[in-house]
């Protein structure tokens, strides 16, 4: 009979760690990954191909929203919680080993916890706990959730031991319930257990009769029974809205998982929870068993930041994109985003987006301030409480999401569509000729004049339709090299003044393109920062 998809075959590595060693429930897992693998297992698989850089518009803006899903860069912070999780799923099974009979000891133990109704209660007293809890903090955005995902990734969610006939749960993430009641939380881990294994723990156990704390108590039993690794509860602040005395009681009970019924807990939520465990010591200590980690931003001016963004500005497809990341848009960039992963991406997303929209092209720090001014309304108090440096206003706005961001993305492809059916068009001008299309881009990109090329495109496909756009460029550029030689036998055509409005559209050292770019009366600031000023005072000097 053939497994479930999600469940593997159980299939056993010797460990290389001496308390490891003999244990199914390790040893069926993948191996200890080294730093090299760890890059490797959670980087994010971008979808990157240079050619994309000149196709339409309207193509364009659905290649461009993938980074939101694919892109991940490991930091040092990523490897570090993917060591404790590690960590933590294997110490946990240390003292619940099928083959040496400790397992069945506590299995025995939660048998007389459930019939005794007491979580404290043991049949067993050597039934020995090697289980830890993590506690990870940081506020909406800066990629907990997504971290978590792509690290459990690495293993299988459902192993299969034949030989024990034993169904292991590798990992199960289930949420704090926004009413804080105990019952719904075990409602959430009873419904996540059962779309993972296809089980009917929910229809069984929730029911009028089973109060909460029949339900706690067979919580741990039911968890046990399936050799769950590690249980990661999400949005843990949550707790801090419970009625009086509802912490003391949820928090005492996550105490004696770990401790007692030797289950590891991953506590995972934003600032507004670090009061509720620093209120109770104990939870607090606890929480503290591999370390608490609290992710803040990145800062402004570290290696981290810089490199982070410096993979970022790769994956851009805009057809007179700057390759280097400029001092000043990398500034202006942390300014907006205070460093957040999530609004790091989107801000970068939508910007690009807009460079297209309004035939920019390229993102620059003036197109950053204007995405921020217009789509970033709803984060705008999250960002200055972040800006002001004050802990107390940053854990009142700890929820750093950016909602509507699909309806954001539609209403600027919206903009890119209008713009692909105007008159100067390429696909206005060539029709549904992709490759046209393509040419005509590129060789705008390589700065060609407009106005010169679009005969000269027409020409070539029309003459060697078979060939291909990179066998077709050098053929154009040599028609329109041969036209710059000739002498000229008749007054020169008027040249087609470019109006102001779209100044922002010319190459980059235009110095249209770098007025459009200067605030309201800053022409010399912003020739300054382009370093089109000489400086006759460092010169001096």
Partial sequence: MPLPKNMVQAFYIESEVPDYRGNPSIEALPPIMKKGQVKKGLIGNVKFNPNDIYVDGRI???????????????????????EKLSIMIRRGYVGRNLADGSYNTHMQNGYERIMSGDLDA????????????????????SGKSTTLRRILSNYPQVIFHEKYNFTQVVYLKIDCPHDGSTKNLCVHFFRALDQVLGTNYEAKYVKPRYNSQMLLNQMPQVANRHGLGVLIIDEI????????????????????MVNTIGLPVVFVGTPKARPIFENDLRSARRGAGLGALLWEPMEEDTPTWRAFTDVLWKYQWLQKRDEILTDEVRACWYDLSQGVHDIVVKLFVLAQLRAIATKTERITSKLLQKVYDDEFEPVKPMLAALRSKDPEKIVQFSDLTLPGIDKKILELSSMIEKLANSEDSPHVLYGDNEQAQRLHALLVGMGCDVSRIIPLVRKVVAQSPDLSVRELVPIVLKWYESADLKPERSMPSKIKPVSKKAWNTLDSDDLRFVYSQADEGNMYRQL??????????SWLQ
């Fill in 60 to 82: 364009r803006v659905h290649i461009i929203p993938s980074l939101l899903d694919d892109f991940f860069q490991p930091l040092g912070v990523h490897r570090e919680l993917e």
């Fill in 122 to 141: 043991f049949r067993f007293d050597h039934a020995v706990s090697t289980a830890s809890s993590l506690l990870l903090l940081g506020c909406s955005g």
């Fill in 237 to 256: 602040q949550h707790l801090s809205r419970r009625k009086s005395g509802g912490i003391d009681k949820m928090l005492s009970f996550f105490v004696t």
């Fill in 528 to 537: 300054k920062n382009e370093s089109l000023i000489f400086d006759v005072d």
